[in-house]
């Protein structure tokens, strides 16, 4: 049984007989051996350390750009082409995919488009939870994404639709500069980081950062009042601080995706 499709630069045919033997080889190989300097750690296919979590082999083989791999690359899955990212959120592995979307990978480029290959034939895939069919064509952007995750998945669901909801947020500020409307943002952005574990970076980044403002702007104040007694009104604080917090939580969304890759990375390393 072959499987076939065109990729945007060339044909690629396999075999489904191939892959389960690819994937042996690799979990088979010396397990003792240093991740820096084994034939493993640098000629491991895509695919194959994505399905074992070597989180450390992607961030290797993503991090060496111009010369590294594609983080938007069409990649075959046993039946099914999708990037790395896709592949990633279809899994419920949102630690792989906070490594690809901290190494540019970008939901512009999904390829996955609803349905699988079977015996030769485009039909709608019944092991997902959603069908979402899109006139043969990909399913770009966020919404794409969303269209993968499985409320079936239970804990790696919440911490997956965390991570996309943080990917989202700074993809979305990253392009449109946006003002937060509202505490929804801040709450939602806050449970997130915790839920990925990246609870320590919200305290540091965000909380510490947004109390040494308002410290800042109240020791002004009493400064200029020469009496020490001064104060601004808490109104007048927080609309100084509307103007920055927008950048705060920015840079601390990124730092706690940050914050997990490098994590998962070194975690995965020490399985070794």
Known sequence: MYITRTCRQSNVMIDNYTYPQLVRTFTNSSPKASPTNTFEFH??????????????????KLAHQPNGEDPNEEILFQNVYMTGLEFSIYKHDWRMAIVFYIHAADPKYNCFDGRVVDNMNRVPAQNMYHICE?????????KGLYCLLNPKFG???????SALWLMEKC??????RRR??????????????????????WNKEFCQRVYTILQSLRKVASNQHGDGEG???????????DY??????????????M???????AAAQARI
């Open 180 to 201: 937060i409307d509202s505490m929804d943002d801040i709450n939602c952005a806050r449970g997130c980081m915790h839920q990925i574990g990246a609870g320590c970076v």
């Open 231 to 241: 104060s601004l009104p808490d109104e007048i604080c927080l609309h100084i601080l």
């Open 171 to 176: 993809y979305i500020r990253k392009e449109v």
């Open 155 to 161: 804990s790696e669901y919440n911490g997956t639709l």
């Open 43 to 60: 000629h491991m296919p895509m695919p194959i350390a994505i399905c074992q979590k070597r989180y450390d082999i992607i961030q290797e």
């Open 134 to 142: 899109n006139n043969g064509l990909p399913i770009a952007g966020f």
């Open 244 to 257: 920055v917090v927008d950048d705060i939580l920015s840079f601390t969304i990124w730092k706690g995706l």
């Open 259 to 265: 914050h997990v890759s490098t994590s998962c990375s």
